[in-house]
C-alpha cells in the first residue's frame, strides 16, 4: 500500500499508480462509491473505474426521496456529485473507462479495458463489480429503429426535448412512475402503458400519479409496434385478454420495464443466477475468490440506493479481511 503522502486524491493526472491496486472497482454507483470511500479511509490503494458519469443510474433520477439525511429530496445528479467528491477526500482513484474483460485465472487480476492493450490493464489483488442493471428493451418493431428519435429508456435525460407534447411510458414500476410523474411536468399529456390493471410501483408515487390530471393509463395492455416515420408518431398496444389493438399518437415513447444486469464483460467462471445477477455468498463474494459484487448486479439485492450504499460497505469490509490474509 502506497504511504498517504503518495496518494492521488480522486485520481489527478500525473498522480503515481501503484503496479498492483488492492481494490480495483468496476462501476461507479452507489454501491462502488460507498466502498470506495472505505476503501479511501482504510488507505487500501484503490481505483474506480466507471465508463460514464460518476453515479451510475442514480444521475437518471430527477428527484431522490428516500435516501437517508434529505427529508426534502436531493436530485440524482446531486447526490452522485456529493458521493464522488466524497470518494476523492479519501484517496481513491477514480477514471473514466469501459472494462473489457477480467482474467481472473491468475493472480494478480488483470481488468482488460477497451480500447487499451494488455499493458494498460490495471492488475489488482482484489476486484469489486458494481456494475448495476441497464434498462430492459421492450422488443417490439420500432423500438431500436426510433431509438433516439422518440424512443427513450431514460426521461430527465430526453424528456425536456419533448415539451407540450403527449408522451407516453411503458411500464408499472418504480420508475415507469417516477418517468411519468416528471415527464407531466413537461408534457401536455403522459399515457401509462402498464400490462397489468394495477401498478407495482410503491403506493405513494401510485398516490400521486393518480392524482395527476395530466397522467392517464391504458391497463392490461402490452405494447405491440412502435410508429412513425421521421420520428415516433404513435405506439401501438393490445390489450391482454380481447388482443383487441390501440393506437395512441405520441411524440416520445418511454420504455420502464425493468433491468437487466451489466455483466457482459465479467468472465464466465463468475457464477450467475438464472436472471443473469452475479451470486454471491453472505459476504458478497463471488464464486471466485476475491472477485466481490454489490448493488444492483447482485442476484438477490434489493434495488435501492440506501441498499447498494450498504452493500458497498459490507463488501469493503469482506475485501478488508480477504487482503489482511493474504
Ligand atoms: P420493476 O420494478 O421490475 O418494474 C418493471 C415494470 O415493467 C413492471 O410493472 C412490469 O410489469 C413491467 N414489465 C416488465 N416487462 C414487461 C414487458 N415485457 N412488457 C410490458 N411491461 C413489462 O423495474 P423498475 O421500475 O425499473 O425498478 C427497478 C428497481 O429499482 C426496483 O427494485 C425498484 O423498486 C427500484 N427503483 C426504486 C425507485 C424508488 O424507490 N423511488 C425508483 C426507481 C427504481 P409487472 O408489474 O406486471 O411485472
Given at each position: ?136 428493451k421492450l422488443?417490439v418493431p420500432g423500438e431500436r429503429e426510433f431509438f433516439g428519435r422518440g424512443v427513450s429508456y431514460c426521461a430527465?435525460c430526453d424528456g425536456p426535448l419533448f415539451s407540450g407534447k403527449r408522451l407516453l411510458?411503458v ?12 415527464l407531466?411536468?413537461i408534457a401536455s399529456?403522459?399515457t ?31 405494447p405491440s409496434e412502435i410508429v412513425g416515420d421521421d420520428a415516433v408518431r404513435a405506439m401501438r ?10 393506437e395512441v399518437e405520441v411524440a416520445g415513447v418511454f420504455i ?71
Amino acid at each position: 500500500m502506497m504511504a498517504p503522502a503518495e496518494r492521488s486524491p480522486g485520481g489527478g493526472p500525473g498522480d503515481a499508480r501503484p503496479s498492483i491496486w488492492d481494490l480495483v472497482i468496476v462501476g461507479g454507483g452507489a454501491a462502488g462509491l460507498a466502498c470506495a470511500i472505505y476503501a479511501g479511509r482504510a488507505r487500501l490503494d484503490t481505483l474506480l473505474l466507471e465508463k460514464m458519469l460518476p453515479g451510475g443510474q442514480i444521475v437518471l433520477s430527477d428527484i431522490i426521496e428516500n435516501y437517508p439525511g434529505f427529508p426534502d429530496g436531493v436530485s440524482g445528479m446531486e447526490l452522485a456529485q456529493r458521493m464522488h467528491e466524497q470518494v476523492g477526500r479519501f484517496g481513491a482513484r477514480v477514471e473514466t473507462a469501459t472494462v473489457a474483460g477480467i482474467e481472473v485465472s491468475e493472480r494478480p487480476f488483470q481488468v482488460r479495458l477497451e480500447g487499451k492493450g494488455p499493458e494498460d490493464a490495471p492488475r489488482a489483488r482484489s476486484v469489486l463489480i458494481a456494475t448495476g442493471c441497464s434498462p430492459r428493451k421492450l422488443g417490439v418493431p420500432g423500438e431500436r429503429e426510433f431509438f433516439g428519435r422518440g424512443v427513450s429508456y431514460c426521461a430527465t435525460c430526453d424528456g425536456p426535448l419533448f415539451s407540450g407534447k403527449r408522451l407516453l411510458v411503458v411500464g408499472g414500476g418504480n420508475t415507469a412512475i417516477d418517468e411519468a410523474l416528471f415527464l407531466a411536468k413537461i408534457a401536455s399529456k403522459v399515457t401509462v402503458v402498464h400490462r397489468r390493471d394495477e401498478l407495482r410501483a410503491d403506493r405513494i408515487l401510485q398516490e400521486r400519479a393518480f392524482a395527476d390530471p395530466k397522467v392517464e393509463f391504458l391497463w392490461s395492455h402490452v405494447p405491440s409496434e412502435i410508429v412513425g416515420d421521421d420520428a415516433v408518431r404513435a405506439m401501438r398496444a393490445k390489450h391482454v385478454v380481447s388482443g383487441e389493438e390501440t393506437e395512441v399518437e405520441v411524440a416520445g415513447v418511454f420504455i420502464a420495464v425493468g433491468e437487466v444486469p451489466q455483466t457482459g464483460f465479467v468472465p464466465e467462471a463468475v457464477a450467475r443466477d438464472a436472471g443473469g445477477y452475479l451470486v454471491t455468498d453472505g459476504d458478497f463474494q463471488a464464486s471466485v475468490p476475491g472477485v466481490y459484487v454489490a448493488g444492483d448486479v447482485r442476484s438477490g439485492a434489493y434495488r435501492q440506493i440506501a441498499v447498494a450504499a450498504g452493500e458497498g460497505v459490507l463488501a469493503y469490509r469482506s475485501i478488508r479481511q480477504y487482503l489482511e490474509e493474504r
